[in-house]
Each structure stands twice: as C-alpha cells, then as structure tokens.
C-alpha cells in the first residue's frame, strides 16, 4: 500500500535556527497537504500543494512539492518558540484515496 | 462555534469495558473520519464515512465499531477494551474531492487500565 516517509522524527533547534522536515512518498501523488500539531492539541491545516513543483510561502514557512510529485520539504527560517510541535505531512494518490499521514517531526526550540 | 467537537476529552476505564466516543461537526461536510494517535504519535486511520456510509475500514479490530446517525455525526463504539486501545482518538471532516482539507476535533483520550 502508499507510504509516506517523513524525516526527521525529532530535532531540537537553538531559537533562530532554521528547521527542515523532509515527506517522501513510494507513490506519485495527487496533492500534499501539511498539518501542524502543538503538544497536547489536534493536527492544524497549513497547506496544500498540488501542482508539480509548487512552492508556496507563508510568512517564514516555505513549503515545496517535488518535480516528480513524490516528495515535498517544509522550510521554516529562524525558529521561534512558537513554532514547537509535530509537523505532519499528508498525501493521497487521487481524490478517492484516503489521506496517509506521515509519522511527523517534532520541533522542539530551545530559547 | 466549534466546527469539531468529540465527547468525552478523557476517558479512563478498565480492561473488557464497552465505551463509546461521540463526534459532531457543523461545517456542513459529507466526510468524517477516525484518526488513532498512539503514545509516538503516529496518526493512522481507522474510518471514513460519507454521507453516512462507510468508505474506508482500515485494518481495525471487529471490537471498533463506527456508527453514523447522520451526515453531522459519528460515532465510535468499542467493544472489550484492551491495553493497547489506550491512545488519543480523532474525530476529522472533510469536503469530498480532491481538495478536501480535514478538520479535526479535540480529540479523546482513552486510557485503559
């Protein structure tokens, strides 16, 4: 069945740094969505992409959507406290499959 | 308003108990889900429901099962309750489509004991 690989599981940053959390998918898909669950909360909507190569910003996320639709990266530039939590990604090989959730990474930031 | 809401936030209870998880949504949507979250927080699916019919049946125990009243509500029965039922349970919505977002509500969580 699809699969979604996500890494890192975990990473600890220094307040500042930049943070990146890698998806990768055995199968090409439709679209990509990206959730952000804070501890002790429930998986927030961020984004999703659709469209090959698709690159969309929001303030100091950045996320990208592979050439080959296979792969999608979410950027984050100078960490801040409240960016702490588990970033999932999400992908679906066509609109009638159900949404594989990859296992997350979760950001801790240190002050 | 809240546009997911799920009842009760805790639940503890002991090995071999029956308990039910209720859901609602009132953003007008034909899609709802149950996610489990275990103690690693991996979140997997375990129902989906449109417009009152079961879409999705992940490989889930027999114990588990779904109940939707109506396009608004969904429910979740268990059955025997055993130590590895203990994780947070989602409740999510969608539009149907490619572009369906999901909501989720609060979540549950169940502690077996």
């Known amino acids: 069945g699809q699969q979604v690989m996500q890494i890192p599981q975990y990473q600890h940053v220094q307040e500042g740094e930049d943070f990146t959390t890698y998806c990768n998918s055995s199968?090409?898909?439709?679209?990509i969505q990206w959730y952000k669950q804070r501890p002790g909360g429930h998986p927030v909507f961020l984004i999703q992409?659709?469209?090959?190569?698709e690159v969309k910003k929001q303030k100091r996320l950045t996320f990208q959507f592979g050439e080959a639709k296979k792969n999608s990266s979410l950027h984050i530039t100078a960490t801040q406290t409240t960016d702490v939590g588990t970033y999932f990604c999400?992908?679906?090989?066509?609109?009638?499959?159900?949404?594989?959730f990859g296992k997350g990474t979760r950001l801790s930031v240190i002050a | 308003d809240t546009a997911v809401s799920q009842t009760p936030k805790y639940l503890v209870t002991q090995m071999g108990n029956d308990k039910s998880i209720k859901c609602e949504q009132n953003?007008?949507?034909?899609?709802m889900y149950w996610y489990k979250q275990d103690s690693k927080k991996f979140l997997k699916i375990m129902f989906s429901?449109?417009?009152?019919?079961?879409?999705i049946n992940e490989t889930v125990p027999n114990r588990f099962s779904p109940k939707s009243p109506d396009k608004a509500h969904l429910n979740l029965h268990i059955n025997s309750l055993e130590l590895g039922d203990s994780a947070v349970y989602f409740c999510?919505?969608?539009?149907?489509?490619?572009?369906?977002?999901?909501?989720f509500g609060p979540g549950t969580r169940l502690t077996v004991l």
């Open positions: 953003l007008g949507h034909d899609t």
């Open positions: 199968t090409t898909l439709s679209n």
């Open positions: 992409l659709v469209k090959s190569g």
């Open positions: 429901y449109n417009n009152k019919e079961l879409i």
């Open positions: 999400a992908g679906r090989t066509s609109g009638n499959t159900p949404l594989v």
């Open positions: 999510a919505s969608s539009r149907s489509g490619t572009s369906n977002t999901q909501y």
